[in-house]
């Protein structure tokens, strides 16, 4: 925690993986553009 950038609130099973993905994707700019749709 003391060298985290970025610490979700959500736990493990609610939602934790899914967060952290979406903050990087914001950060990439990638998140609900068309790269993002892109599977």
Known sequence: K???KYIS???GGD???RDV???VM???E???SEDGFQW
């Open 15 to 17: 939602g934790c993986v």
């Open 30 to 32: 990638s998140w609900f």
């Open 21 to 23: 993905i979406e903050q």
């Open 2 to 4: 003391s060298i985290s």
């Open 9 to 11: 609130i959500h736990k």
């Open 26 to 28: 914001k950060i990439q």
